[in-house]
């Protein structure tokens, strides 16, 4: 019954390769996210949608791209990984993007170490 | 943009001693701020979440308070115990994080 689930928990690749983290969430919640936690643990929010819909694309190179095939779901790939890009991953869900709702608890995914050779 | 701040970065204290960690931001224009927990490998975990209506929130040990005018925001852990050792962050409206205070707390 995990709320947020991420998966691989652990994926270990070469430069250039291509690679997918799966998310899927079973809140109800209509909105998702996609964080990385750098070496020096600071959290960074990438995107954010809502509604299947990108809402917010922060400063991330193109080569990073979400997909949200329903609600429950917000996939990442990332094409052409970097060492820059190894980090952790982590997807997080709330009802809404923008407090509009009173109840906005955010909830965690358990996070995705990438680690790129 | 909120800019947020956590200080100290790292904190140690005594088992049984109360505590405040600090959460400053930019913008008062804000709409919530939740505190999460973070152990170490692990994901994060919702501790409370403050409204801009609200002033406070408690749960058990914990009470977190709001203040929009200062852009100040404290979570205050009563009588600590060594499993409240971890990294504690907070978020201003939903995804701007702190870079986070680690806590000890010796046995």
């Known amino acids: 019954d995990t709320a947020v689930s991420q998966t691989p928990k652990y994926l270990v690749t070469q430069m250039g390769n291509d690679k997918s983290i799966k998310c899927e969430q079973n809140l109800g919640h209509d909105t998702m996210y996609w964080y990385k936690q750098d070496s020096k643990k600071f959290l960074k929010i990438m995107f954010s949608?809502?509604?299947?819909?990108?809402?917010i694309n922060e400063t991330v190179p193109n080569r990073f791209s979400p997909k949200s095939p329903d609600k429950a779901h917000l996939n990442l790939h990332i094409n052409s990984l970097e060492l820059g890009d190894s980090a952790v991953y982590f997807c997080?869900?709330?009802?809404?993007?923008?407090?509009?709702?009173?109840?906005?608890?955010?909830?965690f995914g358990p996070g995705t170490r990438l680690t790129v050779l | 943009k909120q800019e947020v701040t956590q200080i100290p970065a790292a904190l140690s204290v005594p088992e049984g001693e109360n505590l405040v960690l600090n959460c400053s931001f930019t913008?008062?224009?804000?709409?919530?701020l939740q505190w999460f927990r973070q152990d170490p490998g692990k994901g994060l975990t919702s501790l409370l979440l403050?409204?801009?209506?609200?002033r406070e929130q408690t749960s058990g040990r914990l009470n977190a308070s709001l203040d929009k005018s200062s852009g100040r925001s404290t979570l205050y852990i009563a009588a600590s115990q060594p499993g409240d050792s971890a990294t504690y962050l907070c978020?201003?409206?939903?995804?701007?994080f702190g870079t986070g205070t680690s806590l000890t707390v010796i046995p």
């Open positions: 997080a869900s709330s009802q809404d993007p923008q407090g509009l709702v009173s109840d906005n608890e955010q909830f």
């Open positions: 913008d008062s224009a804000i709409y919530n």
């Open positions: 978020a201003a409206n939903q995804f701007y």
């Open positions: 949608y809502n509604n299947k819909e990108l809402i």
């Open positions: 403050i409204q801009s209506s609200q």
